[in-house]
């Protein structure tokens, strides 16, 4: 099995196309969006969508593909400051601190387990290192534990802060917060 992650590239808006809907279809209350919703969008806003990721230090997709073939996503993009003054003690943030936001996480279900989500986490990381943010931060749905294991692995930690979640109200998001990373590591 020959694995890459990679930052996708401008010309991909096609294919990111592809695995965004597959991701809708296979668990349409993980995302903000709906497979109805995003089937319609024309072309050129997924060429859009990749254009913008494919470069530059506010927003980013990352993808996962094995033999040839898309297996997984993560995005990221810069977020607004932690307002909750219990959030930015619990990792050591200044007021005002822009970090980056991963978001879209998914990998083919076939897939799971076998390490793709955790370079994906790791890619992205390490983008967001490399632009300097001083935090990173994810929403989780309360439950999903094994989104939770390999987060908390990655190094993040979970926050007092809960919000409902946009693809089903019936449901919590945790916001899960990677402190900074110490000084000389």
């Given at each position: 099995?020959?694995?890459?992650?990679?930052?996708?590239?401008?010309?991909?808006?096609?294919?990111?196309?592809?695995?965004?809907?597959?991701?809708?279809?296979?668990?349409?209350?993980?995302?903000?969006?709906?497979?109805?919703?995003?089937?319609?969008?024309?072309?050129?806003?997924?060429?859009?969508?990749?254009?913008?990721?494919?470069?530059?230090?506010?927003?980013?997709?990352?993808?996962?593909?094995?033999?040839?073939?898309?297996?997984?996503?993560?995005?990221?993009?810069?977020?607004?400051?932690?307002g909750?003054?219990?959030?930015?003690?619990?990792?050591?943030?200044?007021?005002?601190?822009?970090?980056?936001?991963?978001?879209?996480?998914?990998?083919?279900?076939?897939?799971?387990?076998?390490?793709?989500g955790?370079?994906?986490?790791?890619?992205?990381?390490?983008?967001?290192?490399?632009?300097?943010?001083?935090?990173?931060t994810?929403?989780?749905?309360?439950?999903?534990?094994?989104?939770?294991?390999?987060?908390?692995?990655?190094?993040?930690?979970?926050?007092?802060?809960?919000?409902?979640a946009?693809?089903?109200p019936?449901?919590?998001?945790?916001?899960?917060?990677?402190?900074?990373?110490?000084?000389?590591?």
């Open positions: 099995m020959i694995v890459e992650v990679r930052r996708i590239h401008a010309a991909e808006g096609p294919q990111l196309r592809v695995i965004r809907l597959r991701a809708l279809a296979d668990d349409p209350a993980a995302f903000s969006s709906t497979y109805a919703r995003e089937e319609m969008f024309p072309e050129t806003s997924w060429v859009q969508r990749a254009t913008e990721s494919a470069s530059g230090e506010s927003r980013t997709s990352f993808i996962a593909i094995v033999d040839g073939v898309w297996r997984g996503m993560i995005g990221g993009a810069r977020v607004e400051p932690i909750d003054l219990e959030d930015r003690l619990l990792i050591g943030l200044e007021p005002g601190a822009h970090g980056v936001g991963l978001h879209s996480m998914w990998t083919d279900p076939e897939y799971r387990g076998h390490g793709l955790r370079r994906l986490i790791t890619t992205s990381i390490a983008w967001a290192e490399g632009i300097r943010a001083p935090y990173v994810l929403w989780v749905t309360r439950g999903n534990d094994r989104a939770i294991r390999l987060y908390r692995a990655s190094g993040f930690v979970e926050t007092e802060t809960v919000r409902p946009p693809g089903d019936c449901a919590d998001e945790i916001r899960m917060v990677r402190p900074p990373a110490p000084v000389g590591a």
